[in-house]
């Protein structure tokens, strides 16, 4: 079990003398989101000399951005994919047990206006259930018109007759990222936010390292490894035409999140409608203190850092609110909206890759060179993912002969898990000390921490952020160690000034207080 009785630091200057020019590192991952850091972690956990960079913050882009769901997916069960159905319910139990402070049960209601619905779904949730085994969180119940209004007094009761209520997960997407980057460094890797991999290194026509740049002060860097994973999820192509495959494997889509107000939705149960009026489905999720709505499956042709949604997807999600919800949220009730693109894998052409990838939702490539591609999957699944590249890696001869076949990770309770019997607060509730599982103690001795800045955010969990999760910009700490972004992007923006300056204190680095203001403005709905 990992030690919490020491954060490790994570200054930069420490980490970037870490980077040795002249050794060659078992693994080079490129991309710090969920994929890459799982990678990291996973190979890490086996003994691997591993190396992670990321051209911007870890999980700044998709992976800080979901529904922050742990779910088997109750979706893919009606198409009939089983053997992913029962592979994600086997992972969402591994994930809830190996990080109970950020991943948690949560019972789901599907509210029956039809006669036939609350049947219908039923049985599919009941197969759910079995799916799940021994794996599962709490057995699906048929409810009556009244325990369905007792499980959710806030849904629309004209009409109703009943629901379903299943059990599925939730957690903090950008904080499970911050704590796979931190078990991968307690393991042994090294890993480098705002470190952009400029090109690939090759030697005899193989890749055999990465030329780097130092984004916060333009210094480059080589990196030298037997293996390079690509794990830059919607951005993969990119690294794959510099490797001679311009044939895109990535058709992007944009799923939308809106946040209102707790009050629109109370209690800690959450609204699933599984066919809206476009087929879609809409979750109503209560999370920190505040409810998500959403989300949209839109395509984009664009790969934008900070994507924006369309009016139509904002109208979509308010309108569909308005249909299940007693009182309906409007525009001016928005307290933050955000956009994650979506990596959906279309089959490359027969272009002389290995194609074939070890799951039908991720896909991994090898390419002629010997750069390792994986795109696709979900939060979810990251774990089976990272030991699906580690095993590919192995089979192409890229890892070392003596490196452990099978992954380690599925016993490995990552940092900040509780320690204690007594279990951690629900990510229903507004964020807080609680979010540091069985770091909070240490994070309470932290200088300031009787300084309060207001909406749960403390000086010491700033300066904490600084020294202990990676944290430079005050984006780094509003958006993914806080997640007042993506709570309130207008209170996230009052605060900011009093958190750059914190930060400036800790890194001597400029905080991007400018940039962070007109960020949180891109997060507010203009009104109508």
């Not at 799940?132 to 629309?156: I, K, N």
């Not at 109703?160 to 997960?169: A, E, I, K, S, T």
């Not at 952020?465 to 997640?483: F, G, I, K, N, T």
Request: hydrophobic share 40%; proline share 6%; net charge negative.
């Amino acid at each position: 079990m990992l030690s919490n009785a020491m954060p490790l630091k994570t200054q930069r200057e420490d980490l970037l003398a870490r980077l040795d020019p002249h050794a060659v590192y078992d693994l080079a991952i490129v991309g710090g989101g969920a994929t890459g850091l799982g990678v990291a972690l996973d190979a890490a956990a086996r003994g691997l000399k591993v190396v992670l960079v990321e051209a911007n913050d870890f999980a700044k882009g998709t992976s800080s951005r979901s529904t922050k769901l742990v779910h088997g997916g109750v979706r893919y069960l009606a198409q009939g994919n089983i053997a992913l159905v029962r592979e994600a319910l086997h992972e969402r139990s591994t994930l809830l047990k190996n990080a109970p402070h950020i991943a948690q049960p949560l019972p789901f209601v599907v509210p029956s206006y039809k006669w036939w619905e609350s049947a219908f779904y039923g049985i599919g949730l009941k197969m759910y259930d079995a799916l799940a085994g021994s794996s599962g969180l709490g057995p699906t119940h048929f409810l009556s018109r009244q325990a369905t209004l007792d499980c959710l007094p806030s849904v629309q009761p004209e009409h109703l007759r009943g629901g379903v209520q299943y059990w599925d997960g939730q957690f903090n997407d950008a904080k499970l990222a911050l704590a796979l980057a931190r078990s991968a460094a307690v393991q042994g890797a090294l890993l480098l936010n705002y470190m952009k991999a400029k090109q690939l290194q090759y030697t005899q026509a193989k890749v055999s390292g990465l030329h780097c740049e130092d984004v916060l002060s333009g210094q480059s860097y080589a990196i030298q490894a037997r293996c390079v994973v690509n794990a830059t999820g919607v951005w993969v192509d990119a690294l794959r035409e510099q490797d001679g495959t311009p044939e895109p494997i990535v058709a992007p889509s944009q799923g939308v999140h809106i946040v209102v107000d707790e009050h629109f939705m109370p209690g800690h149960t959450a609204l699933m409608i599984p066919n809206t009026a476009d087929g879609r489905v809409l979750f109503a999720v209560p999370w920190l203190g505040k409810v998500i709505l959403g989300t949209t499956d839109t395509p984009r042709h664009d790969l934008a850092a900070e994507p924006l949604a369309f009016e139509d997807e904002i109208d979509f999600i308010l309108s569909e609110s308005a249909r299940y919800l007693r009182v309906a949220p409007k525009r001016c009730d928005v307290k933050s909206i955000w956009v994650g693109l979506r990596p959906l894998v279309k089959p490359p052409k027969d272009d002389g890759e290995n194609t074939k990838g070890l799951s039908r939702e991720h896909t991994v490539l090898v390419s002629r060179s010997g750069l390792v591609t994986v795109t696709g999957g979900k939060w979810t699944t990251y774990r089976a993912m990272a030991a699906d590249v580690l095993q590919k890696c192995a089979d192409s001869g890229l890892l070392p002969a003596n490196a452990p076949k099978s992954s380690r990770t599925d016993q490995l309770p990552l940092v900040g898990a509780e320690s204690t019997q007594q279990g951690p607060r629900p990510l229903c509730e507004a964020q807080g000390w609680h979010s540091y599982g069985s770091e909070q103690a240490f994070v309470r001795t932290m200088p300031g921490h009787d300084v309060e800045l207001g909406e749960g955010l403390s000086e010491a969990m700033v300066r904490f952020a600084a020294r202990y999760e990676y944290a430079v910009h005050v984006e780094d700490a509003l958006a993914r160690r806080s997640r007042l972004l993506f709570l309130d992007a207008r209170q996230a923006a009052e605060l900011a000034p009093r958190v750059a300056q914190i930060l400036e204190e800790e890194t001597g680095l400029d905080p991007a207080l400018d940039s962070f203001v007109h960020l949180a403005g891109q997060y507010l709905l203009p009104q109508a």
